[in-house]
């Protein structure tokens, strides 16, 4: 069974720096990963993927996410937050080859950006 | 705007109630899911159609049943309600399976009273 921990429910940080939002996966197999974003009172939106190749993708609105084998993470990154960047963030995985088609999400961590 | 369309937008009914809501996915896909998030239960997958065909099946009640049609809008059925489902269900569509990316409808807020 494939399951995806987020083990932050909530990620604070001061708009200007560096944020990190943390996502660990345990899958059968290797993964395909995924990043999305939901704003208040919206649907999410997909922000980037991982799939196969280098281990660094690059997504929307200047997010990228480091996929690591060894430590079954694939944290979500901006080098400098904006307050608008304040939202609820899914990490999501399924395994590949096979298995079930529907990707597992997280719980979700909300990140707050402070002026 | 991801494209998928969902209504209504607000849903209040009364317990025991049956209700409908639609979606329509994005121009030219194929798959449509549907998911119930709760504050406390988080983003739940519920059922998964593929060109008018169920393809999984997850955390759905008895209570609850879908489909899609032959023109790809999907229509997911809520009966003998319960104050418990009270939540927000959102619909996705993607192109293909597993692969890629799923876009999310804007949902629907249903309260149960």
């Known amino acids: 069974a494939q399951s995806v921990a987020q083990p932050e429910d909530q990620v604070n940080v001061a708009e200007g720096n560096p944020l990190t939002v943390k996502c660990t996966y345990s899958v059968s197999g290797n993964p395909y990963l995924f990043w999305y974003v939901q704003y208040p009172n919206r649907g999410l939106q997909f922000l980037l993927k991982y799939i196969t190749g280098d281990n660094l993708v690059k997504g929307s609105y200047g997010f990228e996410a480091e996929f690591n084998k060894s430590q079954t993470s694939f944290h979500l990154k901006k080098p400098s937050a904006l307050v608008s960047d304040s939202a609820l963030y899914f990490c999501?995985?399924?395994?590949?080859?096979?298995?079930?088609?529907?990707?597992?999400f997280g719980r979700g961590t909300s990140l707050i950006v402070h002026p | 705007d991801s494209g998928v369309t969902q209504t209504p937008k607000h849903l209040i009914t009364a317990t025991g109630q049956r209700v409908t809501l639609r979606c329509s996915p994005r121009?030219?896909?194929?798959?449509v899911y549907w998911y119930q998030q709760s504050l406390d239960q988080g983003l739940q997958f519920l059922i998964q159609y593929y060109n008018g065909e169920e393809r999984a099946k997850g955390n759905i009640l008895e209570r609850f049943s879908a489909q899609q049609f032959p023109d790809l809008h999907s229509e997911l059925n809520l009966s003998s309600l319960e104050l418990g489902d009270s939540a927000l269900y959102f619909c996705a569509s993607s192109t293909r399976q597993g692969i890629d990316e799923q876009f999310f409808g804007p949902g629907t807020r249903l309260t149960v009273l």
């Open positions: 999501a995985v399924r395994p590949i080859p096979g298995g079930s088609y529907i990707p597992t």
């Open positions: 121009s030219g896909d194929l798959s």
